[in-house]
Nanobody, 124 residues
């Protein structure tokens, strides 16, 4: 089993920044993909960004391209989501997820492990 714990959420004004962290523990794997998803009130959970552990390939939702950056620290089993130029519509619970699959892994069903989520709220 892989355990994922998110942190770093909070309240920020529009235009501000937050950095989310995801700590992986348990039977972690050296390859595969880590992803971030988010769910806003009354909406479906949606893909935000993904990163391969080994090759560093990254993928982003169009809505966050140029504003969010996903990165990793393999030695510490940490994945980050740096969120800049935040907008009120970025308000959501953000979830970290992991899968052994590689490539363009953007669908929720392709991920095997999930964290509990961290709330990020952007005020206007």
């Amino acid at each position: 089993q892989v355990q994922l714990v998110e942190s770093g959420g909070g309240l920020v004004q529009a235009g501000g920044s937050l950095r989310l962290s995801c700590a992986a523990s348990g039977r972690t794997f050296s390859s595969g993909t880590m992803g971030w998803f988010r769910q806003a009130p009354g909406k479906e959970r949606e893909f935000v960004a993904a990163l391969s552990w080994s090759g560093g390939s990254t993928y982003y939702a169009d809505s966050v391209k140029g504003r969010f950056t996903i990165s990793r620290d393999n030695a510490k089993n940490l994945v980050y989501l740096q969120m800049n130029s935040l907008k009120p519509e970025d308000t959501a619970v953000y979830y970290c997820a992991a899968t052994r699959r590689l490539g363009y892994v953007t669908r929720q069903a392709m991920y095997d492990y999930w964290g509990q989520g961290t709330q990020a709220t952007v005020s206007s």
